[in-house]
Structures are given as C-alpha cells and as structure tokens.
C-alpha cells in the first residue's frame, strides 16, 4: 500500500511566523509532488508542485522536496490569518502518473 | 471562467435511489477524476478518464459506474445508494502533459439518509 503520511495536526503558529508542514511518502519513484489547500467547506486549491529536489519558492510558500530521504515540506512564511486552512501534500505514484495519493491533511490555525 | 464545475452542488437522498453527479471542465484538459472525501476529510481517487478511456479504476463498489461521453465532460452514477456513500464527491482535471497538476471543482455533497 503506497502511503502518503503527513504530521499529525493540528498547528496553530501566531501571525507573522513561519509554519512549517511535512510530508513524507513510501513509494520510492514517485515523481510530482504537491500541496493543496482547502478551506473549510471549499474544493482542494493546488498551491504548489515541485518535481525535483532541491527549494521552490512562490510568494510566502515554499516547497522541498528531499527524494533520497522522501519527504516534501511547505513553509508559510509571515502567516496570515487567511492561511488558516486544511494543507494536503499529494504523491505521484511512479508507473501510473495520472494517480495521485494524498496524505490526511494537516489542519493550520494562524492567530491573530 | 475557466473551471471545472459540477452539478448538484448538495443531493440528499434516500437509501436505494440511483443517483447521478455531472462535471464539465473548459480548461481543455484531456483527463478528469472522480475523487470521494469521507467524513475524516480523507480524499481518495476512484476513477480516472483520460480522452474518454478509463485508466483508473480503483476498488469501488460496482453500485458506482463512470461515464464520459467526451473528454470535457464526466459523469458519475450510483445505483442503490448506502448510508455509506454520504460524503462529498469531488471531479478534477489535469493536463496529462503538464505534470499532473489537479484543479477540482466545488464538490458535490451526497447525504443518504
């Protein structure tokens, strides 16, 4: 069973911190990696996808991705309080690109 | 707008009725998903159409039958609906070619009662 695992939540960080969230993934070829966000409610919103190791940065977001040690990682820089969502990292699985797995989502609360 | 979009947005229903959910999307992609997200807020791939051919067909109960008649559109049927299948329904789309990336649309929540 191919698994994405994600920290369990939830995280609460004041606004103006950093929030940190990682993802780590069992199959071993998996090639795309994303991050959705979902807000309460509201359809999953892709909000960064990186596909080789290293750092890619958009806006406050940035994703990493580690593939010897398999994990992927979202930081939120100078959080809002309208970052306040549901984050879910998902995995490619290697051989069947179209299938992603997502992991449970990790609930982030910013406080004003 | 570009979007994917679905039809109903809520569909409340009792045990044993069949029961259809349509998706239409515009941003001209050549392959579409059916995904259901529980009440834990799991979300898990059930089908997969690519330019109309099923490619995905994860362990679903066979109540549950895909059907895209072109590749803008997906629709999902589901014959004698459970307690069970109350979650939200969710259809996505992606650009084979362009690294997979899923944009969903609004969700369709189904309650069984």
């Known amino acids: 069973q191919k698994e994405v695992e994600q920290n369990s939540g939830p995280l609460s960080v004041p606004e103006g911190a950093i929030a940190s969230l990682n993802c780590t993934y069992s199959d071993r070829g998996s090639q795309s990696f994303f991050w959705y966000r979902q807000y309460s409610g509201k359809s999953p919103e892709l909000i960064m996808s990186?596909?080789?190791?290293g750092d890619k940065e958009d806006g406050r977001f940035t994703a990493q991705l580690n593939k010897a040690s398999q994990y992927v990682s979202l930081l939120i820089r100078d959080s809002q309080p309208s970052d306040s969502a549901t984050y879910l990292c998902a995995v490619t699985l290697a051989g069947g690109s179209e299938k992603l797995v997502f992991g449970k989502g990790m609930k982030l609360t910013v406080n004003p | 707008d570009t979007a994917v979009s679905q039809t109903p947005k809520y569909l409340v229903t009792q045990m044993g009725n069949d029961k259809s959910i349509k998706c239409e999307q515009n941003l001209g992609h050549d392959t579409m998903y059916w995904y259901k997200q529980d009440s834990k807020k799991f979300l898990k791939i059930m089908f997969s159409?690519?330019?109309?051919?099923?490619?995905i067909n994860e362990t679903v109960p066979n109540r549950f039958s895909p059907k895209s008649p072109d590749k803008a559109h997906l629709n999902l049927h589901i014959n004698s609906l459970e307690l069970g299948d109350s979650a939200v329904y969710f259809c996505a789309s992606s650009q084979r070619t362009s690294g997979n990336e899923q944009f969903f649309g609004p969700g369709t929540r189904l309650t069984v009662l």
């Open positions: 159409y690519n330019n109309k051919e099923l490619i």
């Open positions: 990186i596909y080789s190791n």
